[in-house]
């Protein structure tokens, strides 16, 4: 199992390199001068565009500036953005942010997605299973965006329940956003949890349970769900490593400074250094996150040995 | 030998019988309409006896094992009338909670196919070690103790280092042995053994037949075996109750009605069997397949394969009756059958 673990880590520093080259290839390819346009409609002189543009490289080819920019990196080095300050700064200020957000969302698909597909999978085709339905088909078709307005709209605005946006209240400013962010990956834990568990109540170890004459919580809740729960946990992990690697719409909606945000911005202002570093990063959350699952399979699952 | 000659109703000497089935029905309500599974059974199983209930599938058979288990899934299946008694008391009758206590401590049951009977993600100590917590409340390490003791007792060997293990780690015929020590680990006065090796190779068929046996002689447990097997039924049945759908046709000693069977369709299965000195000749089937139990034909359900009918037996349903002490037959010709022999 270890020797599995340091092989897919070795694994990941090449997956890491390509993803980081593509990132700055495509930055490298947007239209428009950064420099330029840092100046607004006052250019800045010549003189100072150049120095930026040397102390940022952007006069040397693609692969020198890649090259130059790995290298800091193997030193610790991540960079900084157009105003001098450290990406590494821009990250660990950020982040905490988005672990809060991400986490915040995960706990309602655990809670809520879990508590309704259980319920929904146990009381097969009952009024709740079919109201389960319906409202999942109902989240999954609403866009994010709509789904974010319209819970400003009603808990923000009108409920006065939670804030409307920004995070001046604790951790109730995270409810609604997280809420939202969580919604459409609640109603396919929800789906799969119920499809999963329906599918499991019909295997003949529930017969033997029941033949043993444990109660029904027992074989559901031990047999059944056990065997059940295998695929809905290895999809929240991945989901986790989703969630983590940026929430740009929601974090837009509800203006929250987290590296979804810090990410978008980096765009328009065209600022490599602060783009590629971010977004490498989304690329080892989400690297960890899958292997992370994969071990968690195994831990589950008896039948699924790594060697 | 003097239980097996018992008629089915009456009670053995010293009391009542372990278990009646009387007038059991149970149907399936589907889409398609109502699957008429079992149909009036009736039998009963003494201590110490194996009763097989032999019969090909779809014949209801295991819908009736598992209606005495209580595992019927309820919907679809519902029973609709009889009364199942376990030593005097209507199992159907009882309370959710009572009727569990029961299930697996006195009646308890061995699948046909243990790969899928047995919980994948338990370690298969912990699952024999779960008859012990739940309707005793041991310790966990107690019952993964009394799990060791029980897998030597079926010989899977090497029990100590293998009761961490789990089913897909297991041959069949060892995962079957798991299934038995499991079933037997409460000493049940009844066992349902459902197709118990159907799943296996013929020589680990033999093994756990003699496993079964061998716990049987030990314990005086009942044992039902539930089976389409006629070789392993004329070697460990005491009596024998022959299925066709969903009723009981032929009900005797085993050697008796293998001998001479008072029911075409006995006699059509007997006929069936593949000998040695028939070798090079055709075997003989029953002719057409079993009937479809959600349109059952009118009169005897066998008479459009049978090749004794007469124009009488689409008619009337013949009852199942004595035909000499010890013997019934649902024919309305099983006198003319029985001495045809």
Redesign the interface.
């Given at each position: 199992m270890a020797r599995y673990i340091a092989r897919r880590l070795l694994l990941a520093i090449p997956v890491l390199l390509g993803a980081s080259f593509l990132i700055f290839a495509m930055v490298f390819a947007l239209p428009g001068d950064p420099i330029r346009a840092l100046g607004g409609d006052r250019p800045l002189p010549v003189s100072v565009q150049n120095e930026l543009r040397e102390q940022y490289n952007l006069d040397d080819p693609l692969p020198v500036q890649y090259a130059k920019y790995v290298g800091a990196l193997a030193q610790g080095d991540f960079g900084q953005d157009f105003s001098g300050r450290p990406v590494s700064e821009i990250i660990s200020e950020r982040f905490p942010v988005t672990l809060k957000l991400a986490t915040v969302a995960i706990l309602f698909e655990i809670v809520f997605g879990l508590l309704a597909g259980i319920l929904a999978g146990i009381r097969r085709k009952s009024f709740f299973d079919s109201l389960v339905l319906v409202s999942t088909t109902l989240i999954v078709s609403i866009p994010v965006f709509v789904l974010g307005f319209l819970g400003q709209y009603v808990f923000g605005l009108r409920l006065g329940l939670f804030p409307i946006a920004g995070l001046n209240d604790g951790l109730r400013s995270y409810l609604l956003p997280g809420f939202v962010l969580a919604a459409l990956s609640l109603a396919y834990v929800a789906r799969l949890t119920r499809t999963s568990l329906v599918e499991n109540l019909r295997?003949?170890?529930v017969?033997?349970?029941?033949?043993?004459?444990?109660?029904p919580a027992?074989v559901v809740g031990k047999?059944t769900l056990?065997?059940s729960l295998?695929p809905v946990v290895t999809y929240l992990g991945a989901d986790f490593g989703l969630l983590l690697s940026g929430a740009i719409v929601t974090e837009g909606i509800f203006n929250i400074p987290g590296l979804g945000r810090a990410v978008f911005d980096a765009v328009r202002s065209q600022e490599g250094a602060v783009v590629v570093g971010i977004v490498t990063l989304f690329v080892f959350i989400y690297i960890f996150f899958n292997l992370l699952v994969d071990v968690l399979y195994a831990a589950?699952?008896?039948?699924i040995r790594y060697e | 030998m003097t239980s097996v000659l018992t008629s089915p109703t009456g009670a053995a000497a010293g009391g009542a019988p372990l278990l009646e089935v009387d007038d059991l029905y149970v149907e399936f309500r589907t889409d398609y309409g109502v699957v008429h599974a079992v149909n009036g059974i009736s039998y009963t199983l003494n201590a110490g006896e194996t009763l097989a209930i032999l019969g090909e599938s779809g014949c209801g058979k295991s819908v009736s094992a598992?209606t005495i288990?209580?595992?019927l899934d309820t919907p679809p299946g519902f029973v609709t009338g009889g009364e199942i008694r376990y030593k005097g008391r209507d199992l159907l009758k009882m309370g959710a909670k009572e009727q569990?206590?029961?299930?697996?401590?006195e009646i308890?049951?061995v699948?046909q196919?243990a790969l899928?009977?047995?919980?994948?993600?338990?370690?298969v100590g912990a699952q024999i070690g779960?008859?012990f917590r739940?309707?005793r409340g041991t310790s966990r390490g107690e019952a993964k103790k009394l799990a060791i003791e029980l897998m030597d007792r079926v010989r899977i060997p090497a029990a100590k280092d293998r009761v961490g293990d789990?089913p897909?780690q297991f041959s069949g015929g060892m995962r079957q042995r798991v299934?038995i020590a499991?079933a037997i680990a409460l000493d049940p006065a009844i066992l349902i053994a459902d197709e118990p090796t159907t799943a296996l190779d013929v020589t680990v068929q033999a093994q756990i037949m003699d496993l079964l046996q061998e716990l049987q002689d030990e314990t005086g447990m009942g044992l039902i075996l539930i089976t389409h097997d006629l070789g392993v039924v004329g070697e460990i049945a005491d009596r024998v109750a022959v299925m066709y759908a969903g009723r009981i046709v032929e009900t005797g000693a085993t050697d008796a009605v293998f001998s001479a069977p008072a029911m075409p369709y006995t006699e059509g299965l007997m006929a069936s069997i593949a000998r040695v000195d028939q070798k090079g000749q055709r075997l003989n089937p029953i002719v057409g397949s079993p009937p479809n139990l959600a349109d059952l034909p009118t009169g005897c359900p066998f008479h459009p394969r049978c090749p004794r009918a007469t124009d009488y037996c689409p008619t009337a349903l013949p009852p199942l009756l004595e035909v000499v002490p010890g013997r019934r037959s649902a024919c309305h010709y099983a006198e003319e059958v029985l001495n045809d022999h």
């Open positions: 295997n003949d170890y017969r033997t349970a029941k033949a043993k004459g444990l109660t027992s047999h056990r065997n295998i589950l699952d008896p039948r | 598992q288990m209580g595992i569990r206590d029961i299930r697996g401590e308890s049951i699948f196919d899928s009977s047995l919980n994948p993600v338990f370690s779960e008859m739940r309707h789990y897909h299934m499991m």
